[in-house]
C-alpha cells in the first residue's frame, strides 16, 4: 500500500472550498462540502466532464454484462426481482446507467451522506437508499445478486476494508458475487520503488505547508496481489480480476 493525494475532483480544486490536510483522510463533512460545490457548478449529470462519463457508462455495462451472465446460469423460472447494491454512489451517474439499460433491475444505493444525492432520488425510490457507513446502515434481511463498490475503495484503511468486504459478502444471494473497480491500482511496490514514493512524499509535504502545492490525503494505492489476499482473507473463495476497457485501464476484482 501507498499513501497517495489529491488537489481537485471533477475539476474542482479542493482549496476553493475546503480547508485540506496532509495527514488526515477526507472526512464525510469533506465530501458533503464538496458535493454542494459541485452542484453549484454543475446542473446535471450532462454538464460533467465527457471523458468522465463515457468511463462510467462503459463500467456501468460492464456491470449489466457481468449481471446478466450470472442470471443466464440461473432457474429461468426465478420470480424474484434482481437486486444489486450500490456502496459509494456518489452523484449516480452509473447508478442512472445501470436503470438505463436494464430498467426491470431493483438497484439500491449507499451513500455517507446525503448531500450528494441531490440527482439521483429522481431515479432511485427513498426506501432503497440508505444513509451512513455501511455495514451499519443496510437492511440486514435483504441480499443481492450483485455488490459493487465503485472506486471507492482507495479512501478505506485495510483493516476495515476487509472487514467491509466479509460482512457485504454476507448480504449476497446464493450465487451473487461482490466486485470492486479500483482507479488507484498500485502497479508495483519494490523497495526501490517504496523509497522513491516516500522522497516524494516528503516534498509533497514540504510544497504543501510552504502553500505552494496544497494537497489533501485521499487515500492508499494497492497492488493487485493486495486486493487479492483482501477477499481471500474476507472469505471469497473465487476469486477473478482483470482490467476493462473504458479508456482509464479500471482494474476489478471479483468475489462469491
Not at 176 to 197: H, K, R
Request: glycine share 8%; net charge neutral; proline share 5%.
Amino acid at each position: 500500500m501507498r499513501r497517495f493525494y489529491q488537489e481537485s475532483w471533477q475539476g474542482i480544486p479542493f482549496t476553493a472550498f475546503s480547508h485540506i490536510s496532509f495527514f488526515h483522510l477526507a472526512e464525510p463533512k469533506f465530501y458533503a462540502t464538496f458535493y454542494e460545490e459541485l452542484f453549484r457548478r454543475y446542473q446535471s449529470w450532462h454538464d460533467l466532464p465527457a471523458a468522465w462519463r463515457e468511463n462510467k457508462r462503459k463500467d456501468a455495462r460492464w456491470l449489466i454484462g457481468e449481471l446478466r451472465a450470472h442470471l443466464a446460469n440461473e432457474d429461468p423460472g426465478r420470480t424474484e426481482p434482481v437486486r444489486v447494491l450500490s456502496i459509494g454512489s456518489g452523484v449516480g451517474f452509473m447508478e442512472k446507467t445501470l436503470l438505463e439499460e436494464m430498467p426491470e433491475l431493483e438497484l439500491h444505493v449507499n451513500e455517507p451522506s446525503t448531500v450528494s444525492l441531490r440527482w439521483l432520488r429522481k431515479v432511485v425510490p427513498n426506501e432503497r437508499i440508505y444513509i451512513g457507513l455501511p455495514p451499519a446502515c443496510l437492511p440486514s434481511d435483504v441480499s443481492y445478486d450483485m455488490i459493487y463498490l465503485s472506486t471507492v475503495d482507495y479512501g478505506i484503511p485495510q483493516r476495515e476494508l476487509e472487514y467491509l468486504l466479509r460482512e457485504l459478502r454476507a448480504q449476497l444471494a446464493p450465487g451473487g458475487e461482490l466486485i470492486c473497480l479500483s482507479a488507484s491500482l498500485l502497479e508495483e511496490d519494490s523497495a526501490v520503488g517504496s523509497f522513491v514514493n516516500a522522497l516524494k512524499i516528503v516534498i509533497r509535504g514540504a510544497l504543501h505547508f510552504l502553500g505552494i502545492r496544497r494537497q489533501q490525503f485521499w487515500g492508499w494505492r494497492r497492488t493487485r496481489r493486495e486486493y487479492q489476499q483482501l477477499f481471500k482473507r474476507a472469505g471469497f473463495t473465487a476469486v477473478s480480476d482483470g482490467w476493462l476497457d473504458d479508456g482509464f485501464e479500471t482494474y476489478w476484482i471479483r468475489g462469491k
